[in-house]
């Protein structure tokens, strides 16, 4: 198993421009989300998907956007990019239950010019 | 709503030396709660986690947590670290139950195991 998968690695924007950062798992979990990283803030949920066709808004949802067409992907959309979306974004998969744990993906480091 | 707090920003500790690491939970009903681990320019990596049974847990690593109820505790620890062991670690709690319950983190704090 791959686990989880992000793209790109690493990504320079302007402030304005929009991107979609990819995410994908081979698992088969339902449940998906995307966390943003910043110093001194820990991990912030942005959105997360409980299966295919359902979105829901984390912690800090504002400026993004993200859909789920299927179980394994789950992108993240900036619409109109901002220097305070300067961030090392993480995408995660969860294992459903009582053995639950959560897969997360390598990361993405974006810098918003 | 339920959050988490670690108190430490960074901890120091001596190779061969105890180490623990502080986490504090507040959420409705019953936890889960995790700790992870997370190497420079690397991903969150699973530790450990209670979910139910015995409140020791033990982990990845040598580590363990002991989750606390009265005090809403679950505080990492090591019996002898390791300078392999410097990361950061995020302790997180999510409620029981029900598939749309989230994963909140705590802030993290920035393990320095000294030669």
């Known amino acids: 198993n791959a686990g989880v998968t992000q793209t790109p690695k690493f990504q320079v924007l302007k402030t304005g421009q929009s991107m979609t950062l990819q995410c994908a798992q081979d698992?088969?979990?339902?449940?998906m989300s995307w966390y943003r990283q910043d110093p001194g803030m820990g991990l912030r949920l942005i959105h997360y998907?409980?299966?295919?066709?359902?979105?829901d808004q984390g912690e800090v949802p504002n400026g993004y956007n993200v859909s789920r067409s299927t179980t394994e992907d789950f992108p993240l959309r900036l619409l109109s990019a901002a220097p305070s979306q300067t961030s090392v974004y993480f995408c995660?998969?969860?294992?459903?239950?009582?053995?639950?744990?959560?897969?997360f993906g390598p990361g993405t480091r974006l810098l918003v010019l | 709503a339920q959050s988490v707090a670690q108190p430490e920003d960074q901890v120091n500790v001596a190779e061969g030396n105890p180490l623990t690491v502080k986490c504090t939970y507040s959420?409705?009903?019953?936890?889960?709660l995790f700790w992870y681990v997370q190497y420079p320019n690397r991903g969150l990596q699973f530790l450990l986690k209670?979910?139910?049974?015995?409140?020791l847990v033990k982990g990845s690593y040598g580590f363990e947590a002991e989750f606390n109820k009265s005090q809403t505790s679950f505080h990492l620890k090591k019996p002898s670290a390791l300078v392999s062991d410097s990361a950061l670690y995020f302790c997180a709690v999510r409620a029981y139950g029900g598939a749309t319950n989230k994963l909140i983190f705590g802030t993290g704090t920035l393990l320095a195991v000294q030669p």
């Open positions: 209670y979910i139910t049974g015995d409140n």
């Open positions: 698992m088969n979990h339902e449940y």
């Open positions: 998907s409980v299966g295919a066709g359902i979105t």
């Open positions: 959420v409705s009903g019953n936890p889960y």
């Open positions: 995660a998969s969860r294992s459903p239950g009582q053995q639950e744990t959560q897969y």
